[in-house]
């Protein structure tokens, strides 16, 4: 059974660095049944401690289309909906999805756009064809979309959420 996520992992040693052991050192690694899911959350009810995080659990076959975008305390998902015909060659809907960062709730409600129709998701719609990866510029997030007609405008804008503008980090390392 394949299931299409969205998912946030704890770091237990935030802000700080910590060495990660490989090999046979290495501790059991947690999995998503740890996570606490969110899936149907929209209230500030974060994992508790002992969660390794949080999972959303996608419906309608839907699949993330490019890396998660980072921006003051939330995480915004491109999403793609296939079209629930069954002809092929209707291309299928365009989403952005914001989940608060820590908790993983949705928080897709408070994104400023003016598009159509919602199609009763708990995302937003943004249009017909797949979305490339949310770029932050100002307060509004911009992606392009793929597949519309080539009439049809291709870029799409999106305000983000209000959320955290603090940061908490004294340094940075790679770890290699």
Not at 105 to 121: F, P, Q, R, W
Not at 123 to 133: A, M
Not at 141 to 163: S, W
Request: aromatic residues 12%; negative net charge; charged residues 25%.
């Amino acid at each position: 059974l394949m299931d299409n996520i969205l998912f946030g992992i704890k770091d237990e040693a935030y802000p700080y660095y910590r060495e990660v052991p490989w090999g046979a050192a290495a501790t059991k690694v947690a999995d998503l049944t740890d996570c606490k899911d969110t899936t149907t959350s929209t209230s500030a009810s974060c994992p508790a401690d002992t969660d390794t995080g949080w999972v959303i659990h996608l419906s309608n076959f839907k699949k993330v289309t490019a890396e998660p975008t980072i921006y003051r305390g939330n995480v915004y998902y491109p999403i793609y909906r296939p079209s629930p015909t069954k002809n092929r060659c209707v291309i299928g809907s365009a989403y952005v999805c914001g989940v608060d960062d820590e908790c993983g709730y949705n928080i897709s409600s408070k994104l400023i756009a003016n598009y159509g129709e919602d199609e009763d998701e708990q995302c937003l719609f943004v249009g017909r064809g797949v979305l490339s990866e949310l770029v932050v510029f100002g307060e509004s997030l911009f992606a392009n979309i793929a597949g519309p007609a080539d009439t049809e405008k291709t870029l799409v804008k999106v305000g983000a959420a209000p959320g955290e503008i603090d940061t908490y980090r004294n340094s940075w390392r790679q770890n290699y």
